[in-house]
Structure formats: C-alpha cells, structure tokens
C-alpha cells in the first residue's frame, strides 16, 4: 500500500500494489482530508470511478466497458 500525505497531515491519496500491478480501491482525498475520488483497480484496469461531492454522495460514476 501507498499512503500519500499533504503538508498539514491530511491524507492526501492511498494507492495499492500486487506485484507492481494496480490493484484494488485508489483513493484520493482533498485538502481537509474528505474522500473525493474512488478508483477501483482490478489487475492494471479500472473497472470502476466515482467522484463524490463534500458530503459523500456520489456526483458520477463510470465504468468503462
């Protein structure tokens, strides 16, 4: 696992590896530490995205084809 942090402390993005391959949920986080973007990685690809608003709530969501 990568865990990556601003100045201030706040989580900033969390990343995870098998191998050298994506893998797994990738987070990334605003300045005051709130979720903002959840990538799902399964072997290299991502097979799902959401971006989600201060609150939580999903703003959109893809997944490729």
């Known amino acids: 696992a990568w865990v990556n942090y601003t100045e ?3 989580r ?3 990343a995870f590896y098998s191998n050298g ?3 797994g949920d990738w987070k990334v986080y605003d300045h005051t530490g ?3 973007y959840k990538i799902s ?3 290299d ?3 799902n995205a959401i971006s989600l608003d201060a ?3 999903n703003l959109a969501e ?3 084809r």
């Open 34 to 36: 709130t979720l903002k």
């Open 62 to 64: 893809t997944t490729p």
């Open 21 to 23: 391959v994506k893998t």
């Open 55 to 57: 609150n939580g709530q």
């Open 12 to 14: 900033a993005g969390e």
């Open 8 to 10: 201030n402390g706040q």
């Open 45 to 47: 690809r991502i097979v």
């Open 41 to 43: 990685y399964q072997n």
